[in-house]
Nanobody, 124 residues
Framework: QVQLVESGGGLVQAGGSLRLSCAASGRTFSTYAMGWFRQAPGKDREFVAAISRFGGSTYYTDSVKGRFTISRDNAKNTVYLQMNSLKPEDTAVYYC?????????????????WGQGTQVTVSS
């Protein structure tokens, strides 16, 4: 069983930056593709970004391209989401997720493990 713990959320003004971290337990982190999702109040959970197990492939939803960067450090069992030029519409709970294959995916059902989420609030 893999446990994922997110951190780094908070309150930031529009145009600001945050870096989210997701620490994973276990020795098999490098075998998982990892993703970030977010869920705003009253909305479905949506895909944000994903990264293959060694970081060679990344994938972003259109609304964050050029602003967000996903990366990972397998030596630290950690995946990151650097978020720049934040907008009020980025306000949501952000979730880290892992899947037991190397193929990056953008659907929630493709992921096997989930963190508890971290709140990101962007004020205008």
């Amino acid at each position: 069983q893999v446990q994922l713990v997110e951190s780094g959320g908070g309150l930031v003004q529009a145009g600001g930056s945050l870096r989210l971290s997701c620490a994973a337990s276990g020795r098999t982190f490098s075998t998982y593709a990892m993703g970030w999702f977010r869920q705003a109040p009253g909305k479905d959970r949506e895909f944000v970004a994903a990264i293959s197990r060694f970081g060679g492939s990344t994938y972003y939803t259109d609304s964050v391209k050029g602003r967000f960067t996903i990366s990972r450090d397998n030596a630290k069992n950690t995946v990151y989401l650097q978020m720049n030029s934040l907008k009020p519409e980025d306000t949501a709970v952000y979730y880290c997720a892992g899947r037991r294959t190397n193929i990056v995916e953008d659907t929630t059902t493709a992921y096997d493990y989930w963190g508890q989420g971290t709140q990101v609030t962007v004020s205008s």
